[in-house]
Every structure is written in C-alpha cells, then in structure tokens.
C-alpha cells in the first residue's frame, strides 16, 4: 500500500482556514494559513501533509507576486515544493507528488477541488451541493464525482474568489449571486439562509467546440423525428417559443 493511500486511511479532519480582505489573493492564502492542530492520536493524514506543505510554500512565496502569469508562478511554486518536501523528508510515489502538488496549485492560482472538473473539455456543467457533494453533467448525464471541499468555509472562499474580480459580493443579506469565470461559464452561488445544504454552486460550462447535431441524436437530447419537425418548422418559418432552461 502506498504512503499516500495509508495517509488517506488515517483519522482525522483537516483544519479550516480564514478569509483575508484587502489584500492581493497571494497575500490572502498567506494571512489565512492553516493554524496547527491540537494534540490529536492520528496526525498524518492526507489533508494534514497537504496543510503542512501548502503553509510552507506560502510562506516562502512573495507575497508581492503577480499570479496572473500563471506559468511563472507555476514554476516558482514548483521549485519550493520539490524543496519542502525535500526538507521535511517527505517520500511520495511519482503519481502522489504529482496529484499533492495539483491540488496544491489549484488552491493558489485556481477554483480549488473544482480546477480540474474545470479544466475537463468532457464535462458540460458542474453543481456543488455542499462541500461534500459534487455532481457534473457528462455527455447529457449526471454523475457525483470523487471531489470534496473541506468544509463550507474552503466552499465560501472559491464563491468569493469567482464573484471578487466582477466586483461582486455574496452574504447572508445577499445570499444569491450570478457570474461570469473568465471563459465565459455561468455561474449561479446560493449560501444559507436561502440554501438549507450550505454553500451551492452551478457553473455552465461554455464548449470549445459547439455540439452538433449527429452529437445531441447521440446524447439522447433530441430524436431524428423531433430534429426533422423543427427542421421543417425552420424552413417554412414559422414561429418557435423555446421554454426551459437558459441552456435550451
């Protein structure tokens, strides 16, 4: 068994971290750095050397950093992670230092759990029904996926994240929020009061490449009779209502 997956089997909770303001989102992460835990019988565990590398590489990151040259700054925090986990003696398997250090740059330079559902060109829509719920819409079907976030306090720092840039806000006087990633994706927040399973998120995904029709026969999403009476209604142009999601 590898140290990653007797790691994953300890007990234990991962440590929450507090919201900065004011500041650069760099210098946020490193205000908000996880405290250490109490005396606890099972330390190692998987969140815990996550924690523990991630303050690391804050604290050496400059703070001052512009992370929106996102290589350079994946780069640079490359280099401090192969260190610290040099330094701390931390043994991982190739596949366990790659997935550590992912995780770790999503949370700094992106969406957290959500960057690589993000980054998935299969994956049409993601929902967020809680932190310990995650859902995607893959070739017209709804799946949960292995992903969770720590808690709804790591959920509420991605919402801000997102609506931070718009200039937007999301509060229990104003617990809906609608926006815009940078590609383009909706995105829909819902927090408590209104939402009673913590913090909620929508987000759909824009295409690289439009489906077409041979596609959404495939899918499931119309039938050839269905596509031949709209194509016959097209052509004799006749008026259509389109009712349904903003999707349709």
């Known amino acids: 068994m590898s140290l990653l997956k007797r790691i994953e089997q300890g007990q234990g909770k991962a440590p929450t971290v507090e919201e900065g303001d004011g500041r650069s989102r760099l210098a946020q992460l490193q205000t ?3 405290a250490p ?7 190692d565990t998987y969140m815990d050397l996550k924690t523990r590398v991630q303050n690391r590489l ?9 992370i929106s040259k996102v290589n350079e700054v994946r780069n640079t925090i490359q280099e401090l992670f192969e260190q610290v986990l040099a330094e701390e003696n931390i043994v991982l398997s190739r596949p366990e230092r790659h997935r550590l250090f992912e995780q770790i740059s999503a949370e ?3 969406f957290g759990p959500l960057q690589p559902l993000l980054e998935d060109d299969t994956i049409t829509e993601v929902m967020v ?5 995650i859902y995607v819409e893959r070739a017209g079907k709804i799946i949960r996926v292995p992903f969770t976030f720590e808690s709804d306090e790591h959920v509420m720092r991605i919402i801000d994240r997102i609506v931070a840039p718009l200039g937007r806000r999301i509060d229990e006087s104003s617990p809906y929020v609608d926006a815009r990633l940078p590609d383009g994706s909706r995105v829909n927040a819902v927090i408590p009061p209104i939402s009673l399973v913590g913090p909620v998120i929508t987000i759909r995904k824009f295409f690289k490449n439009p489906l077409t029709i041979e596609q959404l026969i495939q899918f499931g999403t119309i039938s050839t009779e269905a596509l031949q009476f709209l194509k016959a209604c097209v052509e004799s142009r006749l008026n259509i209502i389109i009712s349904g999601g903003t999707v349709s």
Do not use: W
């Open 129 to 133: 029904n809680g932190a310990k719920n």
């Open 32 to 34: 908000r750095k996880v």
């Open 108 to 110: 700094i330079l992106g």
């Open 58 to 66: 804050l604290a050496e990151l400059d703070p001052g950093m512009d």
């Open 37 to 43: 835990p109490g005396v606890t019988s099972q330390r």
